[in-house]
């Protein structure tokens, strides 16, 4: 369902400013956490979560649409890791189970697994994507800033094409244009659209393309074993 809604709420000048630093600054911590690993990546993610967060608390004012979208982005995201991580060590034996092998395995033999399983089970990370990709419609359509409707795009070519490492460059561009959108973002009262369903067609159609990645996976994994 297609509603037309009109935003009724303002917010001052200074915490319009406020709420740029927090989305700009979470955003910067999560994307330097890509590059690092062990604790000071776990303190930067976090962190940066927690900023973009604060930023996202400060726009329910105008929508709360972003704030609950991004939360689902981070906790289906974490809980999709999660689960590949434990699978691809429980099935390269690095966590001996009744249904494993138990024995030495190298730190390559983990990581080929982990890359077989996120293969296999790629499409279920669209759910995460495809909130995020919720959330960016929302703030276009509050703001009207055209750089958001650009990040949604790359956004999705990001996820199509990160399997052949092609959507790392998509990504950064996109990461580019959501900056700018943040800085350019004014609050002002507009008429807005808004698809109200979750889960369209769209949706759909990038899950059955992405599908390809879990036939290739399963290739993989039997090549493997």
Avoid: Q
Avoid at 11 to 24: A, G, P, Q, R, V
Avoid at 87 to 107: A, K, Q
Avoid at 113 to 142: E, G, R, S
């Amino acid at each position: 369902m297609v509603m037309i809604v009109m935003t009724k709420n303002f917010i001052s000048i200074s915490t319009e400013n406020l709420m740029k630093i927090l989305l700009l600054s979470g955003l910067t911590l999560i994307l330097i956490s890509g590059f690092l690993s062990s604790t000071i990546m776990m303190v930067l993610f976090i962190s940066g979560v927690t900023l973009y967060l604060g930023g996202l608390v400060l726009f329910r004012k105008i929508d709360d649409k972003p704030l609950k979208y991004f939360t689902l982005a981070v906790t289906t995201e974490t809980v999709l890791l999660m689960f590949i991580t434990f699978l691809s060590r429980v099935m390269s034996g690095s966590i001996n189970l009744p249904i494993t092998v138990p024995g030495p395995i190298s730190h390559l033999e983990t990581m080929i697994m982990f890359t077989v399983i996120i293969l296999i089970f790629y499409p279920l990370l669209l759910i995460p994507v495809w909130f995020n990709v919720k959330m960016l419609d929302v703030l276009y359509n509050d703001t009207g800033i055209e750089d958001f409707k650009k990040t949604r795009s790359l956004l999705l070519l990001t996820y199509l094409t990160t399997p052949i490492v092609i959507g790392l460059v998509f990504g950064v561009i996109g990461l580019f244009y959501m900056y700018r959108g943040f800085v350019r973002m004014k609050i002002k009262p507009r008429e807005r659209e808004f698809n109200e369903k979750m889960f369209d067609s769209e949706f759909k159609k990038y899950s059955l393309i992405s599908a390809g990645y879990t036939l290739l996976g399963i290739m993989f994994l039997i090549a493997f074993i």
